[in-house]
């Protein structure tokens, strides 16, 4: 029987894919688990349990005595803030994955998500239509993280068969949780402060080109994966995807179509340097091939989508 754990369920991936998994599950096969005391009101029909990731011991007990079958897990420290708590970014985002991949080596889980970022790439990567498999020397604690998680990924599933599969999401734009503390954070922000004061102060700058998705897409491409015949998932590091990529000019010029009277001034800042070596596009042509990946949000169903859905209050 399936019973599915999703780790890190009360951020802004989370709280969707829950939802997702429920209603394709059920709402008794997937349990949400956030370090978090109190579940989230988005996610309150079914299961939560307050659980730290880096209590290893505890994390072990649960998911052995609760007879786990897959983990999703999420839990982790975001670029931006990542850059702030070097140390505990590292150690967040990489003990919690050796608990699930051992879990899974010892036989306890038959299948992982972990997901991974563009972040894994770096300013010597080339930036536009950027491939699957190319030059990748991230320069943030973050994307050094996501990289040996990939190669950690990938030597488990090789020496260990263990079925661990793994996505690079771009930045992912949502208006169900805010984001928690990304580069690509202003494409979501932008939106709250468009409809609260009709006016954006932006920490890119205006040029600056980075790929993104709608939640939605990126939900759909995570359970897609992960339900995919096992011959089919070729790549066990993590998969590119792509959705659309745009410039924060571009993004509040689709925002003034609807709302003419909105402007966005420009105050680059720390994060800025992370954004310039990042990728501005990439190249999915794996993903499309190995188990049929389709985007469907273009971005201007995503500006319709957030403008209709945001609630400024939130922030
Ligand atoms: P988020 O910050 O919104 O959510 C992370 C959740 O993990 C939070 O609810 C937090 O309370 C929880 N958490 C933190 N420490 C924990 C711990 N010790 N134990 C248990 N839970 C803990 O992040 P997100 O945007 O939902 O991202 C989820 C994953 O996807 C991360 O690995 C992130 O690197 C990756 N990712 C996200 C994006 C994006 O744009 N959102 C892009 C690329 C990759
Ligand atoms: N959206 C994420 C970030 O900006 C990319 O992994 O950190």
Known sequence: M???????????IGSE?????????GRDAVI????????PDVISDGMYVQMDILDNENVR???????????????????????????????????????????AKEGYLKKI?????????????????????????????YGISKQAG??????????FNVDVRSIRYPGLISYTSLPGGGTTDYAVDIFYQAKKRNKFD????????????????????TIELMESPIENIKIRSAYNLSGCSFTPEQISNKIKEHLPDFSITYSPDFRQAIADSWPMSIDDSRAREDWGWQERFTIEKTVEIMLENVNPELV
Request: one cysteine or more; a negative charge.
């Open 2 to 12: 399936k019973k599915v754990l999703v780790i890190g369920a009360g951020g802004q």
């Open 17 to 25: 894919l829950v939802i997702a998994l429920r209603n394709l599950f």
């Open 32 to 39: 949400a688990a956030d370090v978090k005391e109190d579940c």
């Open 61 to 103: 007990k649960y998911i052995i005595e609760e007879s786990v079958t897959e983990v999703y897990l999420l839990a982790a420290l975001l670029s931006a803030t990542a850059e702030k708590h070097p140390d505990f970014a590292w150690k967040l985002n990489m003990e919690g994955l050796f608990t699930i991949l051992d879990l």
């Open 113 to 141: 998500f972990w997901p991974s970022s563009i972040a894994v790439f770096g300013p010597t990567t080339p930036r536009e239509n950027t491939p699957q498999y190319t030059v990748m020397e991230p320069s943030t604690v």
């Open 150 to 159: 990939e190669r950690w990924c990938e030597y488990y599933f090789n020496k």
């Open 202 to 221: 932006c920490f890119l700058s205006e040029n600056t080109q980075l790929p993104m998705m709608y939640m939605e897409d990126a939900i759909r491409a």
